[in-house]
Every structure is written in C-alpha cells, then in structure tokens.
C-alpha cells in the first residue's frame, strides 16, 4: 500500500492528459496463455505474441509464441511451441529473438521453429530484449539486476548495477539504453517505492535517472512515442504512460492489472498483451 507521502509525491509527477484525444480502441484478442510481450513484424505484416503459459520463471517446455495478423485476427495461437517461459521478443537478422528464464532462444521465421538457443549462465529472469541497428540484442535480467547482449552468437555480460533497480523494458538509442524499471523489489515482486525511467551509458556502463527519479509505477515495456519521449506499460497498477524526455509521466490510459510489454504495430497502433487476462489489446493513440 502507498503512503499519504508516497502518493503526494507520485501526485507531483504524474500529470494526468487532459484535452488529448483519448485512446480508441482498434480489438481485442483473447485465448492467449498469460502473453506477456507483443512485436509487429512489418516486412511478414504479422504480430508475435509471446505466451509464458504458467509461471514465469519456471522451465517447464509450455510456452509458446502465436502469430496474428496485423488486424489483430489470431492465425496461429501456438505457432512455435517448445518454450519454458517466454517473455520479451525482438526482430533482427531476419530471425525472431524470445528471453526465455535462462537463454535466448532463436526462431527461424519462415520455419516457424526454435534454431538456436543462447544460455545466459548464472542469470535468473531474463525478461526484456531490445535490437540495435547492427543486430546485436540487449537483454534485461529483472531478478539479477544485470544487462546481457547478444553479439555474434556469443550471449555476454554487458553490467550487473543495482542503480538498475530491477530492469525490465529496454529500448536501444544511439549509444544508450533506456530502462523501464520496476522498482526495488521483494522476492514477492512487491515493491515499497515503484521504479521510474533510466538510462544505461553503452560506452561507459553508467546507470542515470531519466530526468526527475520520482516514482512512476512497476514499469513494463518501453517503445519511442515519436516524439522524444517513451509510452511505457505499468503492470502492477495497470495502464499505459507517455512518459517525456525529462522524466514527467501522464497517465494515457487506465488498464487493468497485467499491462505488459506493449509493442507498436502499423499506423502507430500500440498492442499491449493483458498479461491476466490472457488477452491482446490494440489502441490508436493521439500522437499529440
């Protein structure tokens, strides 16, 4: 529970839009088994989901990834099966990247099945992936406080900084990172103070606040709003934040419990899988 100063305090940062057009919702897909992240791959006109399937960082070979069309419509629910836990994807070198618990795994598109898998020796939950122009993907370890990259077939330890604050969403920029961050958490992934936007240095290694580093919420995904600043997903309280290159937050849209890692889809759409609720949800955003 929030104190009375804790709550004045997330007051004073989070202005809430008012005179913005607000969010349409587009469609809604249900049947998935807890999805928990969602990437639109322009060139197939396709949209991935993956599905964890139970708990999330448990290796138990159910979870899978599902395919839908750009229009939301479900082709394939269990399209590349054979996963453990699969949360955070990410398109490069023609191929699809899934964190899954412990590695990351490889999934030839046009095959539809796993080619590779990466380990990630001593990691705990992977959970986030983000590509760079030149393929290289970035990896979160929320558990471990830690940033993994995967280059050239070789998955390594890029820092391990508990300024991190339990990273989950990344976004790769030119030459940095920015970190969606939970919050310092309990085993339970209860947190006493919700986590806010940071950055991480690639050249340096350094962790920075995005701007102000008042609490936002228990943050998810992270993608560009074209605009400077971030549309960022709170799972804990549920909803979806515009969040401005100097840290100030404003509530876009309100969402239940489960608001994962949110991806952006043709026409500016965002797709944001319902972790809870084993749906997937598609909204136009004012881009003003």
Avoid: C
């Avoid at 228990?218 to 605009?227: A, R």
């Amino acid at each position: 529970m929030r104190t009375p100063q804790l709550s004045a305090l997330m007051l004073a940062v989070l202005t809430f839009s008012a005179g913005a057009a607000e969010p349409q919702k587009l469609w809604e897909a249900s049947g998935f088994k807890n999805p928990e992240s969602a990437i639109f791959d322009r060139a197939a006109g396709a949209i991935y989901v993956s599905n964890v399937n139970g708990d999330p960082m448990k290796k138990d070979g159910n979870g899978f990834v599902s395919r839908l069309g750009s229009d939301g419509k479900v082709v394939t629910m269990e399209w590349v099966k054979g996963l453990d836990s699969p949360t955070g994807l990410a398109l490069a070198n023609g191929k699809l990247y899934v964190a899954d618990v412990d590695r990351i795994a490889e999934i030839d598109l046009a095959k539809a099945e796993v080619v590779n898998r990466f380990e990630a020796p001593g990691s705990k939950f992977l959970n986030d992936l983000a590509a760079d122009k030149s393929g290289r993907i970035y990896a979160s370890d929320m558990v471990s406080n830690s940033i993994w990259v995967l280059d050239g077939g070789k998955l390594s330890l890029l820092t391990q900084d508990d300024a991190l604050e339990n990273p989950n969403g990344l976004l790769v920029e030119e030459g940095r990172l920015v970190v969606a961050s939970w919050g310092k958490m309990a085993p339970d992934f209860a947190t006493k103070v919700p986590g806010h936007m940071k950055t991480v240095d690639l050249a340096t290694k350094k962790v920075s606040d995005l701007g102000s580093s008042a609490p936002v919420g228990n943050l998810d995904g992270v993608e560009p709003d074209g605009k400077g600043g971030y549309l960022v997903t709170d799972w804990m309280t549920g909803g979806l934040f515009r969040i401005a290159s100097n840290g100030t937050a404003t509530r876009l849209l309100p969402l239940a419990k489960g608001s994962a890692d949110l991806g952006m889809g043709p026409d500016g759409i965002v797709i944001i899988p319902m972790m809870m609720d084993g749906t997937v949800v598609a909204y136009k955003i004012d881009p003003h």
